[in-house]
């Protein structure tokens, strides 16, 4: 019979989760009997060990141990090298991760995966997304779709709780290395993603930090360097995220180090802690306002705010965001478990879908990243009392680079908006090549909205061949954004009505070849990470 998935792959903890015969949603604990498992991995052993064991054993090991590799997805110049010399990129980690889920979850449902359904942060963008997928890949996964976390919490919201008439919910979204403000219509059967802001590099992580730093700064003054004393950092990293843990009930903790054969220990209460903290959620607040401004609302006509991530937990986000917007934020979902339920209810609508043929994944018909169609009975699919459709929307506007005349310099022209509903396409005339006989279009493809290119990501680039005329060649830009938020562009030469074709974007600038891709695929299946 086959199975399919949710996960909610974190930067500092995962979780997978599925629906059962009955339509309940259950979260599959791993092989420690842990409903979330930490996203981190240590080399050195004859295969690399993933998970709490990990974490445990970081601290006699430290230069072996990777962990918070979600903020380095889709950056091709980042890799870990383990003390052996052997390096890893982002995508191979998180394959090695997500492998032990797989493997987890094949182990408690006792049967295989067929599918998974994988959440990203609402921010992320094309690079970050295409390495989740290309991360799953390598390990094994059918990816059935690639959505949002915070849409991933609605679900599970919606799903969960009777909701009645329509509502405007913000969702705020403080994982351990990512965060996200998004707002969304949700009433009965439906879900519409309004606007959505973030920073895929603020998360908890930032807070261990803040801590980590008050500490350094105190042994200073005892004439202690933790710096240079690698096994006293990781043990101070350990340290001050149970720290930040404790002082969410407690009004003060301990932070006790070994620092080059001298005791070290640092009292540190919740007061000085929330103070070290007030710039980190300053910014979560101005991500709140300029997510409110995209939406055209204000916090009058949000009905609830919804908190999401273990972040949350702490109790001076949830005092910040109430005296901010007047609203008592809500923990009606499971911090660390809605994303995974609110992927495993997709999964399930996705393959129902599947097995009627109606699945649409919004990639153009000739995209060559689309798989196989994935084969389901429709015994296999459980049934719901309820079902949701929802609306996501890009997190970044979209567009190309080009020749501005008046400025005379390059810049970045906009063609698919911020918030434009997704999938999507736009269809942008004006274009044109630059001289006359000219053979090759250079299209750069951007992510951003500001004109200076100085402020948006170049996320691909293709030559493309054109027929050399004695004039200028006016060209039409067509981008389309698929379910995942991938992005695909074509070119027309409307002299000519000649239909450029899809351009393949050349990723490599972000991302893993195919054939990158296919050697990590063999490499995580030789290390036999699940067993």
Same mark, same amino acid.
């Given at each position: 019979?086959?199975?399919?998935?949710?996960?909610?792959?974190?930067?500092?903890?995962?979780?997978?989760?599925?629906?059962?015969?009955?339509?309940?949603?259950?979260?599959?604990?791993?092989?420690?009997?842990?409903?979330?498992?930490?996203?981190?991995?240590?080399?050195?052993?004859?295969?690399?060990?993933?998970?709490?064991?990990?974490?445990?054993?970081? !601290?006699?090991?430290?230069?072996?141990?990777?962990?918070?590799?979600?903020?380095?997805?889709?950056?091709?110049?980042?890799?870990?090298?383990?003390?052996?010399?052997?390096?890893?990129?982002?995508?191979?980690?998180?394959?090695?991760?997500?492998?032990?889920?797989?493997?987890?979850?094949?182990? !408690?449902?006792?049967?295989?995966?067929?599918?998974?359904?994988?959440?990203?942060?609402?921010?992320?963008?094309?690079?970050?997304?295409?390495?989740?997928?290309?991360?799953?890949?390598?390990?094994?996964?059918?990816?059935?779709?690639?959505?949002?976390?915070?849409?991933?919490?609605? +679900?599970?919201?919606?799903?969960?709780?009777?909701?009645?008439?329509?509502?405007?919910?913000?969702?705020?979204?403080?994982?351990?290395?990512?965060?996200?403000?998004?707002?969304?219509?949700?009433?009965?059967?439906?879900?519409?993603?309004?606007?959505?802001?973030?920073?895929?590099?603020?998360?908890?992580?930032? +807070?261990?930090?803040?801590?980590?730093?008050?500490?350094?700064?105190?042994?200073? #003054?005892?004439?202690?360097?933790?710096?240079?004393?690698?096994?006293?950092?990781?043990?101070?990293?350990?340290?001050?995220?149970?720290?930040?843990?404790?002082?969410?009930?407690?009004?003060? /903790?301990?932070?006790?180090?070994?620092?080059?054969?001298?005791?070290?220990?640092?009292?540190?209460?919740?007061?000085?802690? @929330?103070?070290?903290? #007030? /710039?980190?959620?300053?910014?979560?607040?101005?991500?709140?306002?300029?997510?409110?401004?995209?939406?055209?609302?204000?916090?009058?006509?949000?009905?609830?705010?919804?908190?999401?991530?273990?972040?949350?937990?702490?109790?001076?986000?949830?005092?910040?965001? #109430?005296?901010?917007?007047? +609203?008592?934020?809500?923990?009606?979902?499971?911090?660390?478990?809605?994303?995974?339920?609110?992927?495993?209810?997709?999964?399930?609508?996705?393959?129902?879908?599947?097995?009627?043929?109606?699945?649409?994944?919004?990639?153009?018909?000739?995209?060559?990243?689309?798989?196989?169609?994935?084969?389901?009975? %429709?015994?296999?699919?459980? @049934?719901?009392?309820?079902?949701?459709?929802?609306?996501?929307?890009?997190?970044?506007?979209?567009?190309?680079?080009?020749?501005?005349?008046?400025?005379?310099?390059?810049?970045?022209?906009?063609?698919?908006?911020?918030?434009?509903?997704?999938?999507?396409?736009? +269809?942008?005339?004006?274009?044109? /090549?630059?001289?006359?006989?000219?053979?090759?279009?250079?299209?750069?493809?951007?992510?951003?909205?500001?004109?200076?290119?100085?402020?948006?990501?170049?996320?691909?680039?293709?030559?493309?061949?054109?027929?050399?005329?004695?004039?200028?060649?006016?060209?039409?830009?067509?981008?389309?954004?698929?379910?995942?938020?991938?992005?695909?562009?074509?070119?027309?030469?409307?002299?000519?009505?000649?239909?450029?074709?899809?351009?393949? %974007?050349?990723?490599?600038?972000?991302?893993?070849?195919?054939?990158?891709?296919?050697?990590?695929?063999?490499?995580?299946?030789?290390?036999? %990470?699940?067993?």
């Amino acid at each position: 019979m086959s199975k399919f998935v949710g996960i909610d792959l974190g930067t500092t903890f995962s979780a997978v989760a599925y629906i059962d015969e009955k339509g309940n949603p259950i979260i599959i604990p791993n092989k420690q009997g842990e409903n979330i498992t930490p996203s981190t991995v240590l080399f050195g052993g004859k295969k690399p060990v993933v998970g709490s064991a990990a974490k445990k054993k970081s !601290f006699t090991d430290p230069k072996n141990y990777e962990a918070f590799v979600k903020r380095h997805m889709g950056e091709k110049t980042y890799s870990f090298t383990a003390k052996n010399g052997e390096t890893f990129r982002p995508e191979e980690i998180s394959a090695l991760i997500l492998s032990k889920l797989k493997s987890d979850a094949e182990s !408690f449902l006792g049967d295989t995966v067929d599918g998974a359904v994988i959440t990203v942060p609402a921010y992320f963008g094309d690079p970050q997304r295409q390495a989740t997928r290309d991360a799953a890949t390598a390990a094994g996964l059918n990816v059935l779709d690639i959505i949002n976390e915070p849409t991933a919490a609605a +679900i599970a919201f919606g799903i969960g709780k009777n909701i009645g008439k329509s509502q405007k919910i913000m969702i705020y979204d403080f994982g351990g290395g990512t965060f996200d403000v998004s707002i969304l219509d949700i009433d009965e059967d439906s879900i519409r993603v309004i606007a959505t802001n973030g920073d895929h590099k603020l998360g908890g992580y930032d +807070i261990d930090m803040a801590i980590v730093d008050y500490v350094k700064e105190k042994a200073e #003054e005892e004439g202690m360097d933790i710096e240079n004393d690698i096994k006293a950092m990781q043990n101070l990293m350990i340290q001050a995220e149970e720290a930040k843990k404790t002082l969410s009930s407690d009004d003060t /903790t301990e932070i006790s180090l070994y620092v080059k054969g001298e005791d070290l220990t640092i009292e540190l209460d919740r007061e000085t802690f @929330e103070d070290m903290i #007030e /710039t980190i959620l300053d910014t979560t607040v101005s991500v709140m306002l300029r997510t409110l401004d995209e939406a055209n609302l204000d916090y009058s006509q949000i009905d609830k705010i919804l908190l999401v991530g273990g972040s949350t937990r702490i109790p001076i986000i949830q005092k910040v965001i #109430e005296d901010e917007s007047g +609203i008592k934020p809500s923990s009606e979902v499971h911090p660390d478990e809605a994303v995974a339920i609110g992927a495993a209810y997709h999964a399930v609508d996705v393959v129902k879908q599947m097995a009627e043929g109606t699945f649409n994944s919004g990639k153009p018909k000739d995209d060559s990243q689309s798989k196989e169609e994935i084969y389901v009975n %429709i015994d296999d699919i459980p @049934e719901l009392d309820k079902n949701y459709t929802f609306k996501d929307i890009t997190s970044h506007g979209i567009g190309i680079v080009v020749c501005d005349d008046n400025l005379k310099k390059f810049s970045n022209s906009v063609i698919m908006e911020k918030n434009t509903e997704i999938p999507a396409e736009v +269809i942008q005339d004006g274009y044109s /090549t630059s001289e006359p006989y000219q053979e090759i279009i250079r299209l750069q493809v951007t992510q951003g909205e500001d004109r200076n290119l100085d402020y948006v990501t170049i996320i691909g680039e293709a030559d493309l061949k054109v027929k050399p005329r004695n004039y200028i060649v006016p060209v039409r830009i067509i981008v389309s954004c698929d379910k995942d938020a991938i992005i695909h562009v074509r070119a027309i030469d409307l002299d000519q009505n000649i239909d450029l074709g899809e351009v393949t %974007i050349n990723r490599d600038k972000h991302n893993m070849t195919e054939e990158e891709v296919k050697k990590a695929a063999n490499r995580i299946n030789k290390l036999n %990470i699940g067993e």
